[in-house]
């Protein structure tokens, strides 16, 4: 295989299709599709995840009642 170069290749936009409630991105050798209802950050909830884990201060129930307040909000 000869593939020298093409890990610094850069995607045009027109080989980029954006549609409302399904993000795709395709170029020459992939297709990746994500269904998504609601633009949300999701680096922001594994910020919140992450800090919830090590708060020490919560229990383990405190901390599953915490986690599903976080996804549900998110999934809304």
Do not use: C, F, W
Request: no cysteine; glycine share 2%; proline share 1%.
């Amino acid at each position: 295989m000869d593939n020298k170069g093409e890990g610094n290749r850069k995607v045009s936009a027109s080989e980029i299709n954006i549609d409302s409630h399904i993000k795709k991105i395709k170029t020459k050798d992939v297709e990746i599709s994500l269904y998504i209802k609601k633009q949300k950050n999701p680096a922001q909830l594994l910020e919140n995840l992450y800090l919830l884990r090590h708060d020490d201060s919560l229990s383990k129930e405190e901390k599953n009642q915490a986690v599903k307040k976080i996804m549900v909000d998110y999934m809304r």
